[in-house]
């Protein structure tokens, strides 16, 4: 392997570091390049140069357990796929913008920017001013990188904001669907097989101990402001 290569799969795992620690998940890196996830204390998984997350015989067992395992795994799927996209990204010019900003997406009025902090990446959406000079109306994700793409997806009408859903009201979505699936005696096995499907995509959008972070925080905010 290069030492090109070599560094990037470095630069990689490295921004996979800081992003789980943003979601209160320790890890450390071995001489052999791969990253030791740890939940508790104890080994969840590896995750190797190249985003493959490999879990060990013995793995830690548990619901909360699995949560964590899935929020690994989609966080080095992310990260495997903005940090090319940064590689190669431009830098945003825009008269009184403050800090180094790449274009990450472009398309009509919208633009999609991040920048790679010490803490990991931070990402938001702008409008462009008329003159393309400038821009406005800043939407911040800070790590929240699919939050971001869904944002710019809806600010340049590349997608029909009324298709997308807030995680919130997914989560009022699987709600239904379990309540239908435990209670409705009248639903075929059509609308079984439909419903559950439905649950599986959610589910993979947001994980359970996603929601339940964003219950917390929101608990929290409630409690701040009384």
């Not at 609308?191 to 993979?204: A, F, G, K, W, Y």
Request: charged share 30%; glycine share 8%; net charge negative.
């Amino acid at each position: 392997m290069s030492k090109e290569q070599t560094a990037k799969k470095e630069r990689f795992l490295r921004e996979v570091e800081r992003q789980l620690l943003r979601k209160g998940l320790d890890s450390e890196m071995t001489e052999g390049g791969i990253l030791n996830v740890k939940w508790h204390g104890q080994l969840l998984c590896d995750v190797d140069g190249d985003g493959v997350v490999c879990f060990p015989s013995k793995t830690v067992m548990g619901v909360d357990a699995d949560a964590s395992l899935q929020t690994v795994i989609q966080i080095a799927s992310q990260v495997r796929e903005y940090m090319p996209i940064f590689a190669r990204a431009p830098a945003l010019k825009a008269i009184g913008l403050e800090g180094s900003y790449k274009i990450l997406a472009d398309f009509g009025d919208a633009v999609l920017a991040g920048r790679l902090g010490k803490k990991g990446a931070n990402f938001v959406t702008w409008e462009w001013d008329f003159d393309r000079n400038g821009v406005h109306m800043g939407h911040y994700f800070i790590e929240d990188y699919a939050g971001a793409k869904r944002d710019f997806a809806a600010r340049s009408r590349l997608i029909e904001p009324q298709r997308l859903f807030s995680d919130k009201e997914l989560g009022v979505i699987r709600n239904a669907c379990e309540f239908a699936l435990a209670d409705d005696a009248t639903l075929t096995y059509g609308d079984e097989t439909r419903l559950r499907s439905i649950q599986e995509q959610i589910e993979i959008l947001l994980p359970r101990n996603q929601e339940q972070e964003q219950e917390q925080e929101q608990r929290s905010e409630m409690e701040q402001t009384m």
